[in-house]
């Protein structure tokens, strides 16, 4: 399990949100599905960069009632907000993600590639 | 399940649910986060509802896996972490506007011997005389918007700013420190910020640090500039980002030698092949000069168009001249890339171990194979000779004569096959001996070194 930096938070969670809308849960379980388990975003990290990113204008927000299953269709539910990826948002994760490739790319010059041939059979 | 504001750009919560609800941990445990939080009685709301539907539906998830309910509320609290550090994170963020830039530094610097004070210095109100302050000794800029962990004299004490003016507010905070405050006016002014305006928070006594950085958020977005708050020893100012950045700057060296070829010489050690550096180390400076600029406040950059920042390649090092505010993110991106360096380096290291090994296990192989090949030549020779001494040689039997020439065309051909295939592994061989004649060589240098 790899709990992630902030600088690589941001890029996943707005990866998450280009699928389509979510909610904290949500994002948190897409987060660990999609990395088979070994990314873990925590909830002190992922809800104030949540918070972060609604103030940057890189995800809008709405508000939702759910009720949970056979529950009084009179009584009220719990509120879940939910998260969607703005323009500007989709603009900023398409940054990212050639940020993040300079930044392999620079790591990449450094070292040889690792599937070096000729020396054994 | 119906979206109450889908399209609304400030969406508020929907109106709590009527009538009471059983009171179990989750709600136990939201009470006593929501006493932590350092925030308007409205976003409290709103951060307890979401980390309510969190807590809920994780326990759903909990309890359809087979775990009794208590156990599954444990273990849905347990998962969000420690509920003091997750509080102060969500007011921090809660906090941060977006047009506030941060002064993430706390850390005393030296301003550069010189540099004077912005001219039109003065007192927070407004009546009050111009002041012309000195700038000898240390002081440090606070952020506003600081981490949780970080401490100022304004997360001391409370300001009641509900229908107070600007100026009033600022009163407030002077009233509550004990060093002089100065407000740079003309400065902010330039922000946005008048002094004669309502403050318009309309909240109860809040931390002095909060107020600020609310008022912070009237920053105008457009403006590249912001507010901020410079912590000297004799005083505290309020004035512009730009300001401070002036008289913070200072100039550093950072020694980026371990990014060139010849430190992954030294640092790979015996396990480093000889090929060419792929790039010059030149190149490289450049490279990690442009990764900084461009990461690292890029429009403050003389080389992109800023007057706020510097930096020069000299040999293997970088002159940088910047607010400390920059040097602080130089040091930490440079740590990270050094960091992911080094990682890179030793697992390349490890890899070359890892070759070397293959390498020698391969070369018993061939060796025993040579041995093999070289045994069948002698043997296909032995072969030739007694064809050569055979009594058909001399007999006048053409038939027997015949199968004897046919026999040791055959073993010629044998022998031409054996010899090239030796060819082949003694051509391996000596490439395999040469690779770990070399690794021991290296290893014995380095040893001697």
Redesign the interface.
């Known amino acids: 399990m790899i709990t992630l930096k902030q600088d690589h938070s941001t890029l996943v969670v707005l990866s998450v949100l280009a699928d389509g809308p979510s909610?904290?849960?949500?994002i948190?379980k897409a987060i660990a599905a999609r990395s088979e388990g070994h990314f873990k975003l925590?909830?002190?990290?992922m809800?104030?960069?949540l918070?972060?990113l609604e103030?940057?204008?890189l995800v809008?927000?709405?508000?939702?009632?759910?009720?949970?299953e056979g529950a009084d269709p009179e009584?009220?539910?719990?509120?879940?907000?939910?998260y969607d990826l703005s323009p500007k948002g989709h603009k900023q994760l398409a940054k990212h993600i050639e940020?993040h490739r300079?930044?392999q790319s620079?790591?990449d010059?450094?070292?040889?590639p690792?599937t070096?041939h000729g020396?054994?059979? | 399940?119906?979206?109450?504001?889908?399209?609304?750009?400030n969406?508020?919560?929907?109106v709590?649910?009527?009538?009471p609800a059983p009171h179990d941990g989750v709600d136990s445990w939201l009470d006593v986060l929501t006493s932590m939080l350092s925030l308007p009685a409205s976003q409290r709301a709103?951060?307890r509802?979401?980390?309510?539907?969190?807590l809920?539906?994780?326990v759903?998830d909990l309890l359809i896996a087979g775990k009794p309910e208590p156990e599954a509320i444990r273990t849905a609290i347990a998962?969000?972490?420690?509920t003091a550090?997750?509080a102060r994170?969500?007011t921090?963020?809660?906090r941060?506007?977006?047009s506030f830039r941060r002064f993430a530094m706390n850390a005393t610097f030296f301003v550069l011997a010189g540099s004077i004070l912005t001219a039109g210095v003065s007192m927070m109100m407004p009546s009050a005389p111009q002041q012309q302050t000195s700038n000898t000794g240390s002081e440090s800029v606070v952020a506003i918007d600081k981490e949780p962990s970080d401490e100022s004299s304004f997360d001391s004490f409370t300001v009641d700013v509900r229908d107070a003016t600007v100026a009033e507010f600022i009163q407030q905070i002077d009233r509550n420190i004990e060093r002089p405050l100065i407000v740079h006016w003309e400065l902010i002014s330039d922000l946005g910020f008048n002094r004669d305006a309502p403050l318009d928070i309309d909240a109860d006594p809040i931390p002095a640090g909060l107020a600020l950085t609310i008022l912070a958020e009237r920053t105008e977005p457009t403006l590249s500039d912001s507010i901020a708050v410079l912590e000297k020893d004799d005083r505290i100012e309020i004035g512009t980002r730009s300001q401070f950045d002036r008289r913070t700057s200072e100039k550093r060296i950072y020694d980026l030698s371990i990014?060139t070829p010849e430190a992954?010489v030294i640092m790979r050690g015996n396990q480093m092949h000889r090929?060419a550096p792929?790039?010059s180390t030149e190149n490289?400076m450049t490279?990690i000069r442009g990764?900084l600029q461009?990461?690292i406040s890029s429009d403050a950059w003389v080389d992109f168009g800023g007057d706020i920042a510097s930096a020069t390649v000299l040999n293997t090092t970088l002159v940088v001249s910047a607010p400390v505010r920059m040097h602080t993110q130089i040091d930490a991106l440079l740590g990270k890339?050094i960091e992911?360096?080094i990682a890179?380096?030793q697992?390349?290291e490890a890899?070359q171990q890892r070759?070397i090994e293959?390498?020698s296990g391969?070369f018993s192989q061939v060796r025993d194979s040579l041995m093999s090949v070289r045994m069948e030549l002698l043997e296909k020779q032995e072969e030739l000779k007694r064809v050569g001494i055979s009594p058909f040689n001399d007999t006048a039997d053409p038939e027997a004569r015949a199968e004897a020439e046919k026999r040791s065309l055959e073993v010629q051909a044998q022998q031409e096959d054996l010899k090239l295939k030796e060819r082949e592994l003694l051509t391996?061989h000596d490439h395999?001996q040469s690779?770990i004649i070399q690794s021991e060589y290296e290893e014995l240098t380095a040893l001697i070194d």
Not at chain 1, 60 to 68: F, I, L, N, P, Q
Not at chain 1, 75 to 82: F, P
Not at chain 2, 11 to 14: K, T
């Open positions: 909610y904290g849960y949500a948190s925590t909830a002190s990290g809800y104030p960069l918070t972060k103030k940057q204008g809008t927000t709405s508000w939702e009632e759910v009720k949970a009584s009220s539910g719990r509120k879940r907000k939910w940020a300079q930044m620079l790591i010059a450094f070292v040889s690792t070096t020396t054994t059979a | 399940m119906t979206h109450l504001s889908k399209d609304n750009p969406p508020e919560p929907p709590s649910r009527d009538g709103q951060v509802d979401e980390l309510e539907d969190h809920r539906s994780r759903d998962e969000l972490g420690e550090q997750l994170h969500i921090s963020a809660n941060t506007p977006k990014f992954q090929s792929r790039v490289e490279r990764l461009s990461h890339l992911q360096h890179q380096l697992e390349k890899h070759m293959r390498a391969e391996r395999l690779i």
